[in-house]
């Protein structure tokens, strides 16, 4: 029988059933079954409880649903935006550590789905560096980071959305895409409770 652990995963994206499904198709030979926690970003506070049993808790948060409408300018941020948002993740991840020892995995902002790119070139790229960079040198200390940009390359642009799915059910990601971030969170998790195979004696 498989042992459940579940994993907290804070997030303003409809990851459900989506990323329990590439999950649980992950189980292990170690017998061991993760299964996510959704729990909606504007309430994350409302959930204290879960975090303390928790070995991990993941955030996962859509950059265009933090800032609806933040593109329609040409890509530019709002004067302030930037240090806002920086302080939102200091603010989230200093929570977590006063209610939980869990390591925080943090994946980190993508902007590939944004059709504005084609219009104003490398702006938006831009942005989103900026802003991913401002993430990992403030939280350097306290969590890991999943490189969403290098994730989506590695599936390929043209394969990792679901325009269907984005606007059925607020999840704008393809089962590809999906399948590696669950890929992702069961290595970190496997990292985390000494289940990697770190050599081979023969």
């Known amino acids: 029988m498989k042992k459940t652990e ?13 990323l329990s ?10 017998g061991v079954l993760l299964e996510p926690v959704p729990i909606p ?9 879960i975090y303390g049993k928790a070995g ?4 996962w948060l859509d950059l265009e649903g933090m800032l609806p409408g933040w593109g329609d300018g040409g890509g530019a941020l709002p004067e302030g935006c930037a240090s806002h948002m920086e302080r939102t993740y200091q603010e989230l991840c200093s929570y977590l550590s006063g209610v939980s020892q869990a390591e925080l995995f943090i994946a980190l902002f993508e902007d590939y789905s944004s059709p504005l790119a084609i219009v104003v070139g490398h702006e938006i790229d831009m942005v989103v560096d900026g802003l991913n960079m401002r993430i990992q040198e403030g939280l350097s200390w306290r969590a890991v980071f999943l490189d969403m940009r290098r994730l989506i390359a590695s599936v390929g642009t043209g394969n990792a959305y679901s325009p269907k799915d984005r606007y059925r059910w607020g999840y704008p990601y393809s089962q590809a895409l999906t399948r590696a971030v669950a890929a992702e ?6 990292i985390l409770t000494g289940r990697t195979k770190k050599c081979v004696v023969v």
């Open 6 to 18: 579940y994993i907290p995963i804070i997030t303003n994206l409809s990851i459900e059933p989506f």
């Open 21 to 30: 499904r590439e999950l649980s198709a992950l189980s292990d030979e170690a």
């Open 185 to 190: 969170l069961y290595k970190q998790h496997a």
């Open 41 to 49: 970003y504007m309430e994350y506070r409302e959930y204290g409880d």
């Open 56 to 59: 991990m808790v993941f955030i």
